[in-house]
Nanobody
Framework: QVRVEESGGGLVQAGGSLRLTCTVT????????LGWFRQLPGNNRETLQC????????WYAEFAKGRFTISADNDRKTHYLQMDSLEPEDTARYFC????????????????????WGQGTQVTVSS
């Protein structure tokens, strides 16, 4: 079975850093794009970053460039989102998802794309 899990969230002071972890099991890395998303309080879910590891394709939301960095272990089963210089405005629930290749928005990890989603992990940044 396919399983997606996020971890690493918590409370951090402004200016601090967190590294979120996402594990994906039950899928070959060639068959999905790994997306990171967040949902701010009262807002819709938005895509932060998207990567197709096999093809090397990458997409970044403009606001996420520089401070947020995606990476993975060599086996591509464990993924990371490094978040630096966090601000109170970054307070949100963060998700990862394995977006299937047949999805129309596969290359950019659209928020309505077909895939497997984790339950999310809460990040709270205090001022």
């Amino acid at each position: 079975q396919v399983r997606v899990e996020e971890s690493g969230g918590g409370l951090v002071q402004a200016g601090g850093s967190l590294r979120l972890t996402c594990t994906v099991t039950g899928l070959k890395f060639e068959d999905y794009a790994l997306g990171w998303f967040r949902q701010l309080p009262g807002n819709n879910r938005e895509t932060l970053q998207c990567i197709t590891w096999s093809a090397g394709g990458r997409w970044y939301a403009e606001f996420a460039k520089g401070r947020f960095t995606i990476s993975a272990d060599n086996d591509r089963k464990t993924h990371y989102l490094q978040m630096d210089s966090l601000e109170p405005e970054d307070t949100a629930r963060y998700f990862c998802a394995a977006i299937l290749r047949r999805s129309r928005s596969y290359q950019i990890c659209g928020t309505r794309a077909e895939g497997y989603w984790g339950q999310g992990t809460q990040v709270t940044v205090s001022s």
